[in-house]
């Protein structure tokens, strides 16, 4: 979709693209990829050259709800499962990403007019090459019920759980997460971050690590369940 208004985008197979899966740009505003009734909203995505669905360019307040972005068979999604990039607001739910090149779910640059303007929740993401949820220069996120790398093996998400990038003001809540290369949450220089009632289990580095940033909490979280499991520190500051 290139410069509409409230467009919909449902029910669709989409295989063995050259650039990305599904596209949404050039001030796409309202629109809706997938929708709420998951046998018939859904969009299944697999092999793409590029991205399984892209939301960029001004196109503002989309959602994105139970599509399917796990390639079958040989092959894979080239690059990131889900972006949001350059717009305001966003949902992001009840989708399930598998086999990326890149992150699950990237967060670029996503303004948020208010607290739960923009949102990833209740999301399934398994066997990435990069980041599970990536959320990068995009204030007042919210993280919530989702579940990275609970069911495909030791080590699939390879790189971190959940990664807050210079982003102030987010909240990282009841996730459950497992099997990263790297932490299970890593919050970069960012401001008023919350880590709270997170599930956290065989990480190669800390459960939560935060660097540098002001007035961030880490609460009520539950951090290796195994002796063992949580590959160097379960807290770090």
């Known amino acids: 979709y290139n410069g509409s208004t409230n467009g919909t985008i449902q029910g669709n197979t989409v295989n063995d693209t050259v650039a990305n899966g599904i596209l949404v740009t050039n001030a796409s505003t309202g629109a809706t990829i997938g929708g709420p ?8 995505v697999q092999r793409t050259g590029t991205n399984g669905i892209v939301v960029n ?7 994105v709800q139970n599509n399917l972005v796990r390639p079958t068979g040989t092959g894979g999604v080239e690059g990131e499962g889900i972006i949001l990039a350059n717009i305001s607001g966003g949902t992001v739910d009840n989708n399930v990403i598998g086999n990326t090149f890149g992150r ?13 303007d ?9 066997n990435t090459g990069n980041d599970g949820i990536e959320i990068k220069d995009s204030d007042l996120a919210q993280v919530g019920f989702n579940n990275i790398g609970t069911i495909a093996g030791a080590d699939n998400i390879n790189g971190e759980g959940v990664h807050v990038n210079s982003s102030d003001d987010v909240l ?6 497992e099997e990263t290369t790297g932490n299970g949450v890593l919050v970069n220089p960012s401001n008023n971050v919350v880590i709270d009632q997170n599930t956290i289990n065989d990480t190669n580095l800390d459960g939560v690590q935060v660097v540098g940033g002001d007035n961030n909490s880490t609460t009520n979280n539950l951090i290796g369940t195994v002796t063992g499991n949580i590959g160097a520190n379960g807290i770090q500051y």
Not at 37 to 44: E, P
Not at 57 to 63: A, C, E, K, M, P
Not at 104 to 116: K, N, Q, R
């Open 57 to 63: 360019g001004g196109s503002d307040n989309v959602l």
């Open 118 to 126: 923009v949102e990833v929740t209740n999301n399934t993401i398994n």
């Open 172 to 177: 990282v809540q009841l996730n459950t997460i």
């Open 37 to 44: 009734t998951l046998a018939t909203d859904r969009n299944t």
């Open 104 to 116: 699950g779910i990237f967060i670029d640059t996503v303004t948020s007019p208010a607290v739960g």
